[in-house]
């Protein structure tokens, strides 16, 4: 390479010129004041195009990272290969029918991104929900959220080496689908949650499921912990890779377990309880180290807590009603909609209208998913329709993060840090 | 609704930034927003981020106020760990002049924030270290979050790869 070619020079993409260009000029920008030896006589410097098609990238992730012999020297992230624009559909449709399309934003964890919705719906047009539907919403989420941990687990100790752990976590999460299936009508993209309420209660045999799950899982959960805990493999494959301080997590707003590794409790269900969460014991588990490590005792300790919060919901939950009863907020029981005019008169306007929060009103309300804040910045203008929808996704924040903390890395850990990270790309590029 | 207590240095704070008296406070379902002049917003995230301890960015939001005065409007959402308090701060710009200094010096969370702002509504961060689109390839032209944007997207607007091997 001579002296004055630069990454620019070098790249000639063949597809959106432009934007490759401005891409490979933004990892020569970065960090300017560092200085390089461009002489190199041993050709130790190289640019690495990694994605969006990389298998380990969990989905379409795109890294470009600048390489002096194994150590990563700069590196940008390329996202937006799942773009759908999820932010304008919303803008032209009503409430309760955008709400399958936030099934496919994490899709790992579709029920909380409904309840993410839903009560954001809820907090602005100020829609009660009855007490059973609340309880039932967080038994979903907790599943959801286990479920997500478990894949997460899954493929990141794959990353690091070992295959036999995918096909357990894949064994347990095949019995969460069966949950899903069960009391919502489908494996994985559920959309069980409705604006006032949930669409139906739970079965006795879905509620049987969940109390096997619930016996059994943590065991499994003992079992694994003893298996990777004590593991020299695993252990020196994730300690101290991608360390980040607690003071950078904050500046770079990183959230959920990879913000908590860091030994800040920030977890929305104690931050701004939501549903019960302020009814129920449980913990934040935080670590200090900020490595990899610790985001992985954070998550696994976290899968226990859930566990803890379906217990004591199974054991308070009351008997009752669903979905608010009140047909300008919610959709009538299909008991109503055979049998009654009225039912089907006010079925027929929730799906045609929808919801109408007052007009001028805009709120935020935020969950806590698996993977960190999640929220809705609603704005209305009195119609049935959203006039802005923002969605705060915590893939994206972390994602931010994830650039920062690549650099200094080893090429090897790569793989390794984005499984540590857990990023879900179709929520990342909205 | 009233603001609540906590707030009330705050607020007051804020006021004192702006002699001509243009601050609006709002709450709306709980939520407590600021809406700031344009000329003072750096002033106002800035004082927020030191001296009442907002330190920690969530999101900016970027909506389009169509046929208004004023029509963009950018809203960022910020933390106090320490006070366990949630605050939204707003400012609009003009269409035909659609830019902002950038708050990447304040808290550096808001790099990717203000990349999407601009790639979706087109709102300028001066002083922003790499204003890139976020999600979109920078060969396409429009800003689709404007409400003036079709849903259905502009045919040809984007140069898609050809599905065959590379030939040129």
């Known amino acids: ?159 690091t080496g070992a295959i036999s752990m995918f096909i357990w976590t894949f064994r347990e999460r095949e019995r969460l689908y069966d949950i899903f299936d069960n009391f919502a009508g489908h494996r994985f993209t559920v959309s069980h949650s409705r604006i006032g309420g949930v669409n139906n209660d739970f079965t006795d045999a879905a509620i049987a499921k969940i109390k096997n ?75 200090l180290e900020g490595d990899n490590l610790a985001r992985y005792y954070c998550r696994m300790e976290e899968m226990a807590e859930s566990i803890k919060i379906i217990r004591q919901c199974l054991d308070t939950m009351p008997k009752g009603p669903i979905r608010t009863d009140n047909a300008k907020q919610s959709y009538p029981s299909k008991d109503e909609v055979y049998y009654s005019m009225e039912g089907l008169i006010h079925d027929f306007m929730m799906t045609d209208t929808g919801v109408c929060p007052p007009e001028g009103y805009e709120c935020y309300h935020a969950i806590e998913a698996p993977k960190g804040e999640l929220g809705y910045y609603i704005q209305s203008d009195g119609t049935g329709h959203p006039w802005r929808l923002k969605i705060k996704t915590p893939s994206t924040s972390n994602l931010q993060g994830l650039e920062r903390a690549l650099d200094g890395a080893m090429v090897a850990d790569t793989v390794v840090l984005i499984g540590g990270f857990d990023p879900v790309l179709g929520e990342a590029d909205k | 609704m009233q603001v609540p207590d906590k707030f009330n240095p705050v607020t007051a704070a804020i006021q004192a930034l702006d002699p001509s008296g243009q601050v609006q406070i709002s709450v709306t379902r709980g939520d407590v927003q600021l809406l700031v002049p344009r000329t003072i917003i750096i002033d106002v995230l800035r004082t927020l981020k030191d001296d009442f301890g907002f330190t920690y960015l969530i999101d900016i939001v970027a909506t389009d106020r169509f046929t208004s ?22 400012t609009r710009v003009p269409e035909e002049d659609p830019s902002l200094p950038s708050t990447v010096d304040i808290w550096p969370a808001a790099n990717w924030n203000e990349r999407e702002a601009y790639d979706m509504m087109g709102i300028r961060f001066t002083g922003h270290p790499d204003l890139r689109r976020l999600f979109l390839p920078e060969d396409f032209e429009y800003f689709p979050l404007r409400k003036e944007f079709p849903l259905m997207g502009v045919p040809g607007s984007i140069p898609l790869p050809s599905t065959s091997p590379d030939v040129d």
């Open chain 1, 213 to 287: 799950f619930v016996e059994t899982f943590p065991k499994e959960l003992k079992d694994w912990n003893k298996l990777l805990n004590k593991n020299r493999i695993f252990f020196d494959r994730n300690i101290n890779i991608g360390q980040v301080d607690s003071e950078t997590a904050i500046k770079l707003g990183l959230t959920g377990p990879v913000i908590r590794a860091t030994g800040i409790a920030y977890d929305i269900r104690h931050f701004e309880p939501y549903l019960h969460y302020d009814k129920v014991d449980f913990e934040v588990p935080t670590r």
């Open chain 2, 69 to 90: 005065e004023d029509r963009f409007e950018v809203i960022w959402n910020i933390i106090s760990l320490k006070d366990q308090s949630r605050i939204f701060v707003k």
């Open chain 1, 1 to 159: 390479m001579s002296n004055t070619e630069t990454i620019v020079d070098r790249a000639h993409p063949t597809f959106f010129k432009e934007h490759q260009n401005a891409l490979y000029k933004s990892l020569e920008d970065k960090h300017t004041t560092v200085e390089f030896d461009s002489n190199d006589p041993l050709g130790t410097r190289m640019i690495l195009n990694m994605g969006p098609q990389h298998p380990a990238t969990h989905g379409v992730l795109r890294l470009l990272l600048e390489l002096d012999g194994e150590t990563i020297t700069k590196s940008k992230l390329d996202i937006g290969y799942l773009h759908r624009g999820v932010e304008k559909i919303a803008e032209n449709k009503t409430y309760q029918e955008f709400m399958p399309y936030t099934d496919r934003m994490d899709y790992l964890s579709p029920y909380s991104n409904n309840v993410a919705l839903c009560t954001a719906v809820e907090k602005i047009a100020g829609i009660e929900v009855p007490e059973r539907a609340q309880y039932i919403r967080m038994i979903g989420c907790e599943l959801a959220r286990i479920s997500s941990h478990l894949l997460w687990l899954g493929t990141m100790v794959m990353d």
